[in-house]
């Protein structure tokens, strides 16, 4: 089997995810390209017409160990979600992460977020564990606990690591997830 094998097996719209986190992340990361036009700023959007930011700040994934972390749960919740809840229908995930996105953005321009990828994995992870509530969860391999409760461990290392502000900005995701997500 070779690699391109091992990444057809991937559903289209987790793979799309997956390409489009790691070829904005890693350039970034390598110093390849300045992180400034990737991210998001409504002012430019708007005024200057740079809508490539609304597309990019969705796939920052961050770095070090939470990089390998959020990708792989990315990678683990929505495959759950495009042959679980959309299975051969992947044109409606699409759309459903699209309606996603867009309420991030409209919901994050007062804040000024920069980057919008947790809280779209936030989003994706709360609608994958409100499909399947009884299904387990790891944390790190460390707790395990019913999914339903997922969402809550993840925002509550956010809170860990950055405090109410960042517990404020990443709730969105569970927001949206549980407003618009079934």
């Known amino acids: 089997m070779s690699l391109m094998d091992e990444i057809r097996k991937i559903p289209p719209v987790t793979r799309f995810l997956l390409g489009s986190s790691l070829g904005i992340t890693l350039p970034l990361l390598g110093g390849l390209i300045s992180p400034y036009p990737i991210f998001f700023d409504w002012r430019r959007v708007r005024d200057r017409f740079e809508i490539w930011r609304a597309f990019t700040s969705f796939f920052f994934a961050g770095s070090g160990m939470s990089l390998i972390f959020d990708i792989a749960m990315l990678y683990r919740n929505s495959t759950a979600l495009e042959e679980g809840h959309y299975p051969r229908r992947s044109a409606d995930y699409a759309y459903h992460l699209i309606l996603s996105a867009a309420s991030i953005i409209a919901l994050n321009i007062p804040l000024k977020s920069p980057v919008h990828f947790r809280q779209l994995l936030i989003s994706i992870t709360t609608t994958a564990s409100l499909l399947n509530p009884d299904g387990q969860a790891s944390l790190f391999g460390l707790f395990s606990f019913p999914q ?10 956010d809170f860990v690591q950055g405090g109410l502000v960042l517990l404020h ?14």
């Open 148 to 157: 339903k409760y997922f969402p809550l461990a993840l925002l509550a290392m």
């Open 169 to 182: 900005k990443q709730s969105r995701g569970l927001l949206l997830a549980t407003r618009y997500g079934l």
